[in-house]
């Protein structure tokens, strides 16, 4: 798991593809598709850059970015 960031996915709300638009648009390849599910890699979430790319192809609530260093 990330020590910076960890990364949720709710999968209902990733229509119609089930999430796999997210392995396309992250620019640090957190995202995997795999046997019909999105998953993060655990070791890369902390590449994430906060550009929010996956924020904006799903809507709200779909990928949700926590920043573990504010809690």
């Known amino acids: 798991m990330g ?6 996915i709710d999968r209902t709300k990733c229509a ?10 992250c620019p640090v390849k957190v995202f995997s598709f ?6 993060t890699d655990p ?8 550009c929010d790319l996956c924020l904006s192809i799903y809507p709200e609530g779909a ?3 926590r920043r ?3 809690e």
């Open 16 to 25: 119609p593809d089930g999430g796999a638009s997210l392995v396309a648009v």
């Open 63 to 65: 990928v949700r970015v």
């Open 34 to 39: 795999e046997a019909g599910r999105v998953l």
């Open 68 to 70: 573990l260093y504010r």
């Open 43 to 50: 070791e890369n979430e902390d590449e994430c850059t906060l």
């Open 3 to 8: 020590v910076f960031i960890k990364l949720e």
